[in-house]
């Protein structure tokens, strides 16, 4: 059992910290994670200069097979996610390059891949997941959307929901219904395309604190040449391949480290009562604890990282870390926010302790327990394919 | 990074595995902890025959020089079976002994140790039942050649069979807690000790030591005198870690037990692990013992690579105080009533856990100190 990283990889480590280091410079006042991405122009403008960066370096790339410009190495991935996640970094398209790729290269046809692979590696193409509908959620497969073949192109028709960042994106990947006759689970299939042709109508949902992140997406006749990943009408495969690729969490789990190297810093320079709060004994026993928390989030995320590297079964731990690591967002949130009292409230402005960062992070947690698979959902898989309980009809 | 178990620790675990199933079964467990010594002298001749006792005492002293990892590998396959017994207060008075002895001492010490002609225990507490080297009283004064000791030690596991103590004692008033204590190894023989066991729930033989006017002589002091504040902080963290690695097999047996029986048990013509009530549960008692796990598993590699952390360890052992209570206890609570019958093994674990979760510091000791490692002002 070894947890070290060779020299070359904490030579890698210290570049990719270096760069994000530096990008941490640009970042526009007040920006926060992948929401802030999308909410605004210059904050979707911060995510692509920083994508160039990265695409110049060919970090978007970097665990891909050499035959395809990477370095064929998972821990080098990992690697960029913690530096990335520790200076809270944009530029890594979640699904794009997170998603999309690694399940291109499993499941897609060369054609497929070859067209695709370079346009992710660029960093300039937003990619958005149409995955929910109004009536299939964690039950997706029970989705009504179609896509139905004529020549060479598919008519798409129907509505999606919950698609972040749609208003951004220039390209998408979803499952529709291609047979819709078909049996459950062999009826539709996996495509890709363009999102910016007629026939595609984006109204947003604002979360809320406002902020525009997610949107409902409508298809009236859109006409788009058919590109399917993996076969027509078996796209539920590659669904559940590409679930396999949602994040590993330790960009999430450097972010959590790097505010609560924040909150301690806070702690010792704010005097209550004459007191730093750092005195405090509840203060120091429940930050400890989540200081814990999040050190053995990072463990396990690392367990995943090397179970992927031996080609192993990762199911249990990456759905454990996922669950967990949310949770503990929760938990630092709702401490933090406890903590700062009647402030705890207040937004990004000049009454608010640390910008505001906690009366965002004590909404926006719910984008880590209920997106890729609600946490009911994973302890759903955790119990049935992990720990071979019956499955309840 | 590579965190799998070598070839030769799988063969390690596996043989200790298998021993202690055919060994120590349950009701070997019963019998020890409601008899009044719980020691069995067979039980511990085969262990040591197996080179247990000296798993990680160096070759030149008989032991076996295995490394810290593959002896937590071993706590872990004993904890899984809740191996009753002196094996590892043993164990982690060693540790004290390698780090802090003399030459003359080891030479006596270790090979014996390793032989399984010697048990040990560590007294780090009093009747104050403080953790830590805050808590250590115990007054050591000089006298003659020697030293004089008159106090009390309280929870001292297996001292009841134990040869001798490491025993902490204060020599001179310090600064701070850590200043102004030496360690002693204590014959249990020598006129003046009075031990009692302490009846708890773990009925794991902890013991009250009482010293009136002990005498021991010069060569009883393992390391130099008022400075062994710092061997008993890292004989401490090392006992800490084994307490973990021990409790982290324990919560593996709790749920390798509740699952299958969740398969088993059938009510309203289904096994009731097909509820979802249970099903998420079970899944939050798994991610409990694995984030535990592998929080252990880097401060146990830190320990192992000579890059001793003690707020990976403090972190570690507080985590899996709180992991090992949740998990036996949801293991109970799943089996419903036979949970919680003498006859059922899931409620031994249970005990165990409250039992892990005072020895070498709770929950609330060790986040205080992870506390002051984080940075924040004291």
């Given at each position: 059992?070894?947890?070290?990283?060779?020299?070359?990889?904490?030579?890698?480590?210290?570049e990719?910290?270096?760069?994000?280091?530096?990008?941490?410079?640009?970042?526009?006042?007040?920006?926060?994670?992948?929401?802030?991405?999308?909410?605004?122009?210059?904050?979707?403008?911060?995510?692509?200069?920083?994508?160039?960066?990265?695409?110049?370096?060919?970090w978007?790339?970097?665990?891909?097979?050499?035959?395809?410009?990477?370095?064929?190495?998972?821990?080098?991935?990992?690697?960029?996610?913690?530096?990335?996640?520790?200076?809270?970094?944009?530029g890594?398209?979640?699904?794009g390059?997170?998603?999309l790729?690694?399940?291109?290269?499993?499941?897609?046809?060369?054609?497929?891949?070859?067209?695709?692979?370079?346009?992710i590696?660029?960093?300039?193409?937003?990619?958005c997941?149409?995955?929910?509908e109004?009536?299939?959620?964690?039950?997706?497969?029970?989705?009504?959307?179609?896509?139905?073949r004529?020549?060479?192109?598919f008519?798409?028709?129907?509505?999606?929901?919950?698609?972040?960042?749609?208003?951004?994106?220039?390209?998408?990947?979803?499952?529709?219904?291609?047979?819709?006759?078909?049996?459950?689970?062999?009826?539709?299939?996996?495509?890709?395309?363009?999102?910016?042709?007629?026939?595609?109508?984006?109204?947003?949902i604002?979360?809320?604190?406002?902020?525009?992140?997610?949107?409902?997406?409508?298809?009236?006749?859109?006409?788009?040449?058919?590109k399917?990943?993996?076969?027509?009408?078996?796209?539920?495969?590659?669904?559940?391949?590409?679930?396999?690729?949602?994040?590993?969490?330790?960009?999430?789990?450097?972010?959590?480290?790097?505010?609560?190297?924040?909150?301690?810093?806070?702690c010792?320079?704010?005097?209550?009562?004459?007191?730093?709060?750092?005195?405090?004994?509840?203060?120091?026993?429940?930050?400890?604890?989540?200081?814990?928390?999040?050190?053995?989030?990072?463990?396990?995320?690392?367990?995943?990282?090397d179970?992927?590297?031996?080609?192993?079964?990762?199911?249990?731990?990456?759905?454990?870390?996922?669950?967990?690591?949310?949770?503990?967002?929760?938990?630092?949130?709702?401490?933090?926010?406890?903590?700062?009292?009647?402030?705890?409230?207040?937004?990004?402005?000049?009454?608010?302790?640390?910008?505001?960062?906690?009366?965002?992070?004590?909404?926006?947690?719910?984008?880590?327990?209920?997106?890729?698979?609600?946490?009911?959902?994973?302890?759903?898989?955790?119990?049935?394919?992990g720990?071979?309980?019956?499955?309840?009809? | 990074?590579?965190?799998?178990?070598?070839?030769?620790?799988?063969?390690?675990?596996?043989?200790?595995?298998?021993?202690?199933?055919?060994?120590?079964?349950?009701?070997?467990?019963?019998?020890?902890?409601?008899?009044?010594?719980?020691?069995?002298?067979?039980?511990?001749?085969?262990?040591?025959?197996?080179?247990?006792?000296?798993?990680?005492?160096?070759?030149?002293?008989?032991?076996?020089?295995?490394?810290?990892?593959?002896?937590?590998?071993?706590?872990?396959?004993?904890?899984?079976?809740?191996?009753?017994?002196?094996?590892?207060?043993?164990?982690?008075?060693?540790?004290?002994?390698?780090?802090?002895?003399?030459?003359?001492?080891?030479?006596?010490?270790?090979?014996?140790?390793?032989?399984?002609?010697?048990?040990?225990?560590?007294?780090?507490?009093?009747?104050?039942?403080?953790?830590?080297?805050?808590?250590?009283?115990?007054?050591?004064?000089?006298?003659?050649?020697?030293?004089?000791?008159?106090?009390?030690?309280?929870?001292?596991?297996?001292?009841?069979?134990?040869?001798?103590?490491?025993?902490?004692?204060?020599?001179?008033?310090?600064?701070?807690?850590?200043?102004?204590?030496?360690?002693?190894?204590?014959?249990?023989?020598?006129?003046?000790?009075?031990?009692?066991?302490?009846?708890?729930?773990?009925?794991?033989?902890?013991?009250?030591?009482?010293?009136?006017?002990?005498?021991?002589?010069?060569?009883?002091?393992?390391?130099?005198?008022?400075?062994?504040?710092v061997?008993l902080?890292?004989?401490?963290?090392?006992?800490?870690?084994?307490?973990?690695?021990?409790?982290?097999?324990?919560?593996?047996?709790?749920?390798?037990?509740?699952?299958?029986?969740?398969?088993?048990r059938?009510?309203?013509?289904?096994?009731?692990?097909?509820?979802?009530?249970?099903?998420?549960?079970?899944?939050?008692?798994?991610?409990?013992?694995?984030?535990?796990?592998?929080?252990?598993?880097?401060?146990?590699?830190?320990?192992?690579?000579?890059?001793?952390?003690?707020?990976?360890?403090?972190?570690?052992?507080?985590?899996?105080?709180?992991?090992?209570k949740?998990?036996?206890?949801?293991?109970?609570?799943?089996?419903?009533?036979?949970?919680?019958?003498?006859?059922?093994?899931?409620?031994?674990?249970?005990?165990?856990?409250?039992a892990?979760?005072?020895?070498?510091?709770?929950?609330?000791?060790?986040?205080?100190?992870?506390?002051?490692?984080?940075?924040?002002?004291?």
């Amino acid at each position: 059992m070894d947890f070290s990283f060779t020299e070359e990889q904490k030579k890698r480590r210290e570049e990719f910290y270096r760069v994000c280091a530096q990008l941490e410079k640009d970042k526009p006042h007040g920006f926060s994670g992948l929401e802030s991405t999308y909410d605004t122009e210059a904050g979707f403008n911060y995510h692509l200069h920083c994508a160039r960066e990265f695409a110049k370096r060919g970090w978007l790339s970097l665990s891909w097979p050499t035959e395809y410009g990477g370095t064929g190495n998972m821990m080098d991935r990992v690697l960029f996610a913690e530096a990335r996640g520790y200076h809270d970094i944009p530029g890594v398209d979640v699904f794009g390059v997170q998603m999309l790729a690694p399940t291109l290269l499993a499941c897609a046809s060369e054609e497929i891949k070859r067209e695709f692979l370079p346009m992710i590696a660029s960093g300039e193409v937003q990619w958005c997941e149409l995955w929910s509908e109004p009536n299939a959620g964690s039950d997706l497969a029970d989705l009504a959307s179609t896509a139905i073949r004529d020549g060479n192109d598919f008519i798409v028709n129907g509505q999606k929901i919950w698609t972040t960042g749609a208003h951004f994106a220039h390209w998408g990947f979803g499952v529709f219904k291609t047979a819709p006759q078909g049996k459950k689970h062999h009826n539709m299939s996996f495509i890709l395309f363009d999102m910016k042709k007629p026939g595609v109508t984006i109204r947003p949902i604002k979360y809320m604190n406002d902020f525009h992140i997610y949107n409902e997406v409508f298809f009236d006749n859109l006409r788009v040449p058919a590109k399917i990943v993996g076969q027509e009408n078996e796209g539920w495969a590659v669904v559940n391949v590409l679930a396999g690729f949602e994040r590993s969490g330790i960009d999430e789990i450097m972010r959590m480290q790097r505010e609560l190297e924040n909150a301690v810093k806070y702690c010792n320079e704010t005097k209550v009562d004459g007191i730093p709060l750092a005195k405090n004994p509840l203060v120091r026993n429940r930050l400890a604890q989540i200081a814990g928390e999040i050190e053995a989030a990072r463990c396990l995320a690392y367990r995943v990282a090397d179970l992927q590297n031996h080609n192993e079964m990762t199911l249990m731990d990456a759905s454990a870390v996922k669950v967990f690591t949310s949770d503990v967002a929760e938990r630092f949130a709702s401490l933090m926010t406890d903590m700062l009292g009647p402030y705890g409230q207040v937004k990004l402005s000049r009454w608010a302790p640390m910008e505001g960062w906690w009366e965002r992070m004590y909404q926006e947690h719910f984008v880590l327990s209920i997106s890729m698979g609600t946490n009911e959902i994973q302890k759903n898989i955790m119990a049935w394919y992990g720990l071979s309980l019956p499955r309840m009809r | 990074m590579d965190l799998k178990l070598t070839e030769e620790q799988e063969m390690l675990k596996t043989s200790v595995k298998d021993f202690i199933a055919a060994e120590c079964p349950k009701s070997k467990v019963r019998e020890m902890q409601e008899d009044r010594v719980g020691h069995s002298p067979e039980l511990w001749k085969k262990m040591a025959a197996l080179g247990w006792m000296g798993l990680l005492i160096p070759e030149k002293y008989e032991g076996m020089g295995l490394s810290f990892q593959d002896g937590m590998v071993v706590m872990e396959e004993m904890g899984r079976n809740i191996l009753p017994g002196p094996f590892m207060s043993t164990f982690v008075a060693t540790f004290a002994i390698v780090e802090a002895g003399s030459e003359a001492q080891k030479k006596e010490f270790l090979p014996k140790i390793a032989r399984g002609e010697m048990k040990l225990s560590l007294a780090d507490m009093e009747p104050n039942g403080k953790f830590g080297a805050g808590g250590v009283t115990l007054k050591a004064a000089p006298k003659g050649d020697g030293f004089v000791l008159n106090g009390a030690k309280m929870f001292v596991e297996m001292a009841n069979v134990a040869d001798y103590l490491v025993c902490p004692a204060r020599t001179k008033e310090g600064a701070n807690s850590e200043e102004g204590i030496s360690l002693f190894l204590v014959d249990m023989k020598s006129p003046g000790i009075l031990c009692e066991v302490v009846p708890t729930i773990a009925m794991d033989k902890l013991c009250e030591v009482k010293f009136e006017n002990v005498s021991i002589l010069h060569q009883a002091l393992l390391g130099e005198k008022d400075r062994g504040g710092v061997a008993l902080k890292n004989t401490l963290r090392k006992a800490a870690l084994a307490r973990c690695a021990d409790s982290i097999g324990g919560m593996q047996a709790c749920i390798d037990m509740t699952v299958a029986y969740m398969k088993e048990r059938v009510q309203y013509e289904r096994p009731i692990g097909a509820f979802q009530a249970i099903q998420h549960i079970v899944a939050d008692t798994w991610i409990a013992m694995q984030t535990a796990r592998y929080l252990a598993y880097e401060a146990i590699w830190l320990e192992s690579g000579g890059q001793p952390a003690d707020k990976e360890a403090s972190m570690s052992k507080a985590y899996v105080n709180n992991a090992y209570k949740l998990v036996s206890k949801w293991g109970i609570r799943l089996h419903g009533g036979i949970g919680t019958s003498r006859e059922h093994d899931v409620s031994l674990y249970y005990l165990r856990a409250k039992a892990a979760d005072t020895a070498y510091g709770g929950a609330d000791y060790h986040n205080e100190l992870v506390a002051d490692k984080i940075g924040l002002v004291k």
